[in-house]
């Protein structure tokens, strides 16, 4: 709660380290590259039959023409595949120094140990390190980059893998249907309960980096697993592209948790698919925290799809200088007694751009089925704005379906109240922004709670006064 | 001028050009209890505020001492440090700020140095003892959800942990209780460091229980009687409208 000293508009995680890479695709995509990549990941031919099929797509499908303007995007100017090492590692020891001091800044390795049951962590196009404490790993528990449970798990890979998102669901699930790399694959057997979580860390080193992971959880049923996320940037001149995809499998009774805090610095478009299939039962809850990249679009989603399934989406947006955060949620009600819900807080500050977009579906035959949603926006000055998509549409009438929203300005008197017991209009501004996102950052561990406040306070001390 | 709250013939308007405050002088001395006595709408509350430096009002003439040096154009936050405090009427709700991070940071800012949480903690325990306060609040949102009492209670904490050398408190005592009121009168009785206090009250009901040094009258934005508690006892008696009448 209590702001540390501050440099006026730092993004810490801005350094960046000399690129070293044993594998570069050159700048641009076509068959070529889309080749270039599974040859060089030697991947079954299924996979790169994929692969090719998702890159027609996406040369097809237009851009989206709703949203934020993508219109910058230049395709040409990209590197779709950038390898850091030949390697992988299960030890912090061997990672290349260059990359291990970087994850030693972000403070990987040091929460690796304290807090959490495996760690994986990402450099541009690579999975450089994942390791799984052995007594998960001895439940039959399986935490891997994705390429590698390719190839050590075919069967089960098969099975899920593009089910929920295909790769003609939208331009970007097409663009990263064509050159994934990276990203975790998890799967947690029956009635597996991982107490603690697995994290993965996503960072982008290079210039005009395209990062494309691929993440699919599987969760048998019974089963219980927190994954989180977290991703941040070098600042650039020119801007990187960051287009993931994850899929989840929630299986009957069972539970995933999945928290993102996405702290890209602001030359990054983040534009990542998000979705997952929840059987009886079972339940799934996304966190995602929105801080950092220039333009984000981002929507994670629940179907729901056997009876009594659940689904709950906390979105939290921060939009500073120069950045567009359009967020939101979406649950589709397939079964019976199933509920969803939607809770998004955003804060637009030195004209920066909130918007949430939302869809609620409830199918015919849903009955009994029950969505809330609520969204809640924060607009700090004159300059910055908020807008609210909501959508509803409901083909089922024995539901119960609530929407809430509301704009607030941040309060003079509120402010005055702080500021007349010593507080400084920047601290002031920082607690009453802290406090209007605290019901989201309590749902977060307590490592990734304080950093949350401290970003904020960050945001805030370069935006204020 | 040392150890004084001065207030040299205050003119202060709203932001949009009303006249609210026509000429106020007033001097406290610390150890000092000053009552502020008026009907609805006098300007008392806007006194309190602008004091404080609240955006809403624009002193345009007129001087603000505190302990010596001139302050009438501070920030509110540099006017606490300068060791004022304004207790609310209508104490603001802040969601999802917890109440003791919030008041550890303020004494942090005060002192300019950390101060241990152990040791907070334990002063904050036992000044919510003397207002039969309950610590359990302390751990809740800033206001948030607290009842009328809970709210005036709190400022006073406030007050207590903050330890400035001049408050303002306007209204502690509207809206409550006898008991509540007791609370509030003993924990001003029994503060522990000197104080002077203006404060504002539109009944004399808690006069009973603080005994002030000094009581003003207050009517039309200018202080328009002096005298010491008698004073307050013909308020008791008369009312306002003698007062009324001579302006």
């Not at chain 1, 999945?258 to 079972?282: D, P």
Request: net charge neutral.
């Amino acid at each position: 709660m209590n702001p540390k000293p501050i440099i006026k508009d730092s993004y810490e995680m801005g350094f960046f380290k000399p690129e070293h890479s044993s594998f570069k695709t050159p700048k641009g995509l076509d068959s070529s590259t889309v080749e270039a990549i599974s040859h060089y990941k030697n991947e079954p031919d299924w996979m790169r039959q994929f692969r090719l099929n998702a890159l027609e797509i996406f040369q097809v499908k237009p851009m989206p023409t709703w949203g934020a303007d993508l219109s910058a995007i230049n395709f040409d100017e990209i590197y779709y595949y950038i390898s850091p090492s030949d390697k992988k590692f299960r030890s912090w020891d061997e990672v290349p120094k260059d990359i291990k001091d970087t994850y030693d800044k972000i403070g990987i390795p040091q929460a690796e140990k304290k807090f959490l049951a495996g760690v994986g962590a990402q450099y541009d196009s690579e999975s450089i390190y994942h390791n799984l404490k052995k007594q998960w790993e001895d439940k039959g528990v399986i935490f891997l980059d994705t390429g590698t449970a390719l190839k050590k798990y075919p069967e089960i890979f098969k099975q899920y893998f593009g089910k929920v998102i295909p790769p003609n669901d939208n331009k970007f699930a097409a663009l990263n249907s064509a050159v994934w790399s990276g990203g975790s694959f998890v799967y947690i057997p029956k009635g597996v309960h991982v107490e603690i979580p697995l994290q993965a860390y996503f960072r982008i080193n290079a210039a005009n980096m395209g990062q494309f992971e691929r993440t699919l959880i599987v969760a048998e049923e019974g089963s219980y697993v927190s994954y989180i996320e977290g991703c941040t940037a070098p600042i650039y001149s020119t801007d990187s592209l960051h287009a993931a995809v994850v899929e989840i499998i929630v299986k009957k009774g069972a539970r995933v948790r999945y928290t993102t805090i996405q702290n890209w610095s602001n030359n990054v478009y983040n534009l990542v698919t998000k979705r997952a299939l929840v059987e009886e039962e079972g339940i799934c809850e996304w966190i995602d925290g929105n801080l950092g990249s220039k333009i984000t679009m981002k929507y994670p989603s629940v179907i729901l799809n056997g009876k009594g399934a659940r689904g709950e989406i906390l979105s939290l947006a921060f939009a500073g200088k120069g950045q567009i955060q359009d967020a939101g949620g979406k649950a589709t009600h397939l079964a019976p007694y199933t509920t969803s819900t939607i809770t998004s807080k955003s804060v637009s500050v030195g004209g920066g751009q909130t918007s949430y977009r939302g869809s609620v579906k409830i199918n015919r035959g849903a009955k009994g089925s029950k969505s809330f949603v609520r969204c809640d926006a924060l607009i700090l000055d004159e300059l910055s704005r908020s807008d609210t998509y909501p959508t509803n549409l409901v083909n089922e009438e024995d539901v119960t379906l609530g929407h809430e929203a509301a704009v607030s300005k941040i309060g003079a008197d509120q402010l005055f109240y702080l500021m007349s017991r010593g507080l400084n209009e920047s601290q002031a501004s920082s607690l009453v922004v802290n406090g209007f996102i605290e019901p989201i950052v309590k749902e977060l561990p307590l490592e990734y709670a304080v950093e949350l406040n401290r970003l904020i306070d960050l945001s805030m001390e370069g935006a204020v006064g | 001028m040392k150890s004084q709250l001065v207030i040299q013939n205050l003119y202060v308007e709203t932001v949009d050009h009303k006249k609210i405050l026509n000429g106020v002088s007033l001097k406290i001395s610390k150890g000092k209890i000053h009552a502020l006595m008026g009907p609805n709408g006098s300007g008392k509350s806007t006194l309190a505020a602008s004091l404080m430096g609240h955006p809403g009002y624009k002193i345009v003439s007129g001087k603000i001492i505190l302990n010596g040096a001139d302050i009438t154009k501070l920030s509110p936050d540099k006017k606490a440090k300068a060791g004022l405090f304004l207790g609310f009427q209508y104490p603001i709700e802040v969601n999802g700020v917890n109440f003791s991070s919030f008041l550890r940071m303020a004494v942090n800012e005060k002192q300019g140095k950390r101060v241990s949480p152990i040791a907070f903690k334990n002063q904050l325990i036992e000044k919510a003892k003397t207002l039969s306060f309950n610590y359990d609040i302390t751990q809740r949102s800033l206001n948030e959800n607290f009842s009328g009492g809970e709210k005036k209670k709190a400022e006073i904490l406030q007050l207590a942990i903050l330890k400035p050398d001049f408050a303002i408190l306007d209204e502690p005592d509207s809206g409550l209780d006898v008991d509540a009121l007791k609370y509030i009168a003993q924990a001003l009785n029994s503060l522990d460091f000197p104080i002077g206090l203006l404060l504002i009250t539109h009944y004399q009901r808690i006069l009973h229980f603080i005994k002030p040094d000094f009581v003003h009258i207050m009517v039309g934005g200018k202080i328009v009687k002096s005298g010491t508690s008698d004073l307050a006892r013909e308020i008791e008696e008369t009312g306002y409208s003698k007062f009324l009448k001579n302006i």
